[in-house]
């Protein structure tokens, strides 16, 4: 992991759950990191000042709107300016919303394909020239189980996520003579604030126990009945930083407890 060390690694989604995780992960290979979310702007420094504080190396906020592709590129370029070059690219921002497909918000479709999406269209193209200039570069995308299969209700994440997998690909074509890799991590449930804060409302509206809102709902498609964990999402996107993986390029990886081997 020594070519991590003094590198800058950019994390959109980066203020909770598994952003926050993947931002930590490199920053404890020595990389300064670049954070990004939405939340309370005393929890965003805390976390911020954590990082810096309990690895040593240096961390900015940047309260970029991803929705926004001027806001993403100037995010870059502040990033840039402020380390001199954005070594580590990680799409992990995104949005959900579940309803029937003709019930579905148009608004929440542009919303959803804006931040699931376009957004890493966006970042990719601000940092592939300083990338390409370099001769090196890691571009890891959060995708999701949903990358690989469909589920009913969830018609524009599926789409983005599916898009994501896409763009993957065609990134790490273009940039495969520049010692740059695009891969994409597919994860199934993983286990953050936000699913826990889902599981009461579960029992309540199913009359479930917790056990059985877990097993049965929320882990319903994953063979192994147990949650994926940020920090095992976030290892990965470490690895594949490093120069063992320098020949993973173009993948979609799942991690989704047997999810997808149906």
Known sequence: MQMILGKTALVTGSTSGIGLAIARAFAAQGANVVINGLGAAEDIEEERLGIEHEFGVKSIYCAADLGSPAAIANMIAEAEEAFGSVDVLVNNAGVQHVAPLEEFPPEKWDSIIAINLSAAFHTIRAVAPGMKRRNWGRIVNTASAHALVASPFKSAYVAAKHGIAGLTKTAALEFARDRITVNAIAPGYVWTPLVERQIPATMEARHMSREEVVHDVLLEAQPTKQ????????????????????????????????WTAH
């Open 227 to 258: 949650f994926v964990t940020s920090e095992q999402v976030a290892a990965l996107a470490v690895f594949l930083a490093s120069e063992d993986a320098s020949s993973i390029t173009g993948a979609i990886l799942a991690m989704d407890g047997g």
